[in-house]
């Protein structure tokens, strides 16, 4: 027995199929005779021989054991995992598209060429941007993409090698950068969270190719002073490049184009509802200002009269970012996601998202401290640094709240907060989904304060035990059992109160 019932080859009887196909009416080719000798298996693979529906619940199980958006809340800070309708499922799986092939000519695929170019033209219009490409697979490979473009921005004048990057960045900012060939000057936010005018200045040198900026930043907060910034960096040549994971607080209420960002990637996987995670298609255009419009990726979809066409070259490109023209896919539900809110409705989940962000935080601020506290926009930032002096950590907690029955928000991540927790609960939750989660955090720390051994042993409703991730880290073979009646566990909804003192 594993974790969560019999593997699927425990399952297995010999002989017994989940298919059953009619005779062969053509001559059998013998296997020697169709692969090389050197590439046939001596001893056939051990494959389970199980049912159809052995097999169909074996996996279904194995999912529930899961959390996802579909089946809890899903509060992972600068990740904006809300709810994707299915309609656009739907479409994105509607023949006409998911049945193109990429090597089909323009002749015969005008709809999705079409579709490309609305995309284009609608991201710009959310964005204030003048031209976009749809290529990048996500959104840390739009900022590659988009140092591309600073750096042969750049070299067309004189060739500069510094990125500044604030010190609240994601992770992949400065990855990116450094990939790219730059070197990464950190800057340093100021006791109010956001960036600090006056050490901007001072690390502001000729060599600053440009400055990687988030916002709204990874704390929820919109730097105010964007304007001045981006002047500031332009009196210097720079460019303002901006991490536009966080768009899902700006749609139709502002634009990176009118605050003078030059460039930027959007993450639809994230804004614009594609289901993401465990490392499923996402896509992270780069949209520029008309100044940088020659550098963008080729192929690039363009409109002569009523026809739509694919143009392979451009002098300055930076070159192709990904096979064929990215993930259509995701670009489909993107498309459908825009044209079925419209420009109402996607203002419209931005405030939502901005008022349930703002409803939550001031629910938890009584028993958390906010350290950068504002209003938030569409996500804040929690410390539990005061847990520690009873032995709970931000990890325990978020391991508890499994527990509960709530996915955990993202922990100790901006760098800049100890003990993060940072939380983003989107626009589609309820009202009674946040105050449930609040009842749970705030139980969460009263337990750490009474109970805490309760926290530091969490979780204990589910599938797996609680796994140890430091000790995972030094012994790659430690394996973990299932929990002590974790066959009823499968069964019960997480979040049985049960077990709660
Ligand atoms: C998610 C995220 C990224 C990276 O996007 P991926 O699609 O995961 O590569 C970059 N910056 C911020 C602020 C993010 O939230």
């Known amino acids: 027995m594993s974790m969560s ?19 062969g009416d053509v001559p059998a080719v013998p296997a020697a005779d169709a692969l090389p000798e050197d590439q046939l298996r001596a001893i056939p693979p051990r ?66 060429l079409q579709l490309l170019h609305e995309l284009e033209q609608l991201l710009c219009a959310v964005t204030g941007m003048a031209a976009f490409t749809l290529q990048p697979a996500a959104g840390a490979q739009g900022e590659l993409t988009g140092l591309k473009i600073i750096a042969a921005y750049h070299r067309r004048r004189r060739a500069r090698s510094t990125i500044l990057i604030p010190d609240s960045a994601h992770g ?11 070197t990464v000057v950190q800057v340093k936010s100021g006791p109010d969270g956001l960036i600090d005018l006056q050490e901007l200045r001072r690390k502001l040198t ?27 960096l332009h009196e210097q040549g720079a460019l303002v490049y901006m991490d536009g994971a966080n768009m899902n607080a700006l749609l139709g209420i502002s634009r990176p184009g009118d605050m003078g960002v030059d460039l930027l990637q959007l993450n639809l996987h994230k804004t614009f509802s594609t289901p993401h995670g465990g490392g499923g298609p996402g896509a992270g255009p780069v949209g520029v200002t008309k100044a940088l419009e020659e550098f963008l990726p080729v192929p690039r979809v363009r409109k002569t009269g009523a026809r ?41 989940a931005s405030r939502t998202a901005i008022i349930n962000a703002n409803y939550l935080k001031a629910k938890l ?10 209003h938030c926009m569409h996500e804040f930032v929690v410390t539990l640094k005061p847990l520690l002096a009873h032995g709970v950590s931000a990890g325990d907690v978020a391991k508890r709240l499994l527990d509960y029955g709530h996915y955990a928000p993202t ?87 049960s077990i709660f003192p």
């Open 365 to 374: 601020q009584e028993a958390f401290p906010v350290p950068f506290d504002d």
């Open 5 to 23: 019932g019999p593997l699927i080859f425990e399952r297995s009887v010999p002989g017994r199929r989940g298919y059953v196909l009619p005779p």
């Open 411 to 497: 922990v100790y991540f901006p760098l800049i907060v100890e003990e993060a927790l940072m939380i983003e609960p989107t626009e589609t939750e309820s009202r009674e989904t946040l105050d449930e989660f609040a009842k749970a955090l705030v139980a969460i720390a009263h337990e750490a304060q009474h109970n805490p051994e309760l926290v530091r042993r969490a979780p204990q409703r589910m599938v797996v035990d609680r796994v140890d991730e430091v000790k995972a880290a030094r012994e790659p073979n430690l394996r973990y059992h299932a929990s002590p009646g974790t066959a009823s566990a499968l069964h019960a909804s997480p979040g049985d109160r």
């Open 172 to 182: 992949t900012n400065p990855a990116s950068a450094a990939l790219s060939g730059f």
């Open 308 to 348: 739509f066409r694919w143009e392979t070259r451009g002098r300055a490109t930076v070159g192709r970012v990904h096979g064929f023209y990215g993930n259509v896919g995701v670009l489909v539900r993107a498309y459908a996601y825009i044209r079925t809110l419209g420009r109402e409705g996607l203002a419209r």
């Open 47 to 112: 494959l389970p021989e199980v049912a159809e529906f052995d097999a169909v619940r074996h996996y279904t199980r194995l999912s529930q054991a899961n959390f996802s958006v579909d089946t809890h809340f899903y509060p992972l800070g600068s990740c904006t995992m809300k709810y994707n309708p299915k309609l656009n499922e739907r479409i994105a799986a509607l023949p006409g598209f998911a049945w193109l092939h990429p090597l089909q000519p323009a002749s015969q695929v005008q709809g999705i």
């Open 206 to 232: 000729k060599d600053v190719a440009a400055l990687m900026l988030t916002n709204p930043n990874t704390l929820g907060l919109f730097e105010r002073e964007i304007k001045t910034i981006a002047a500031l």
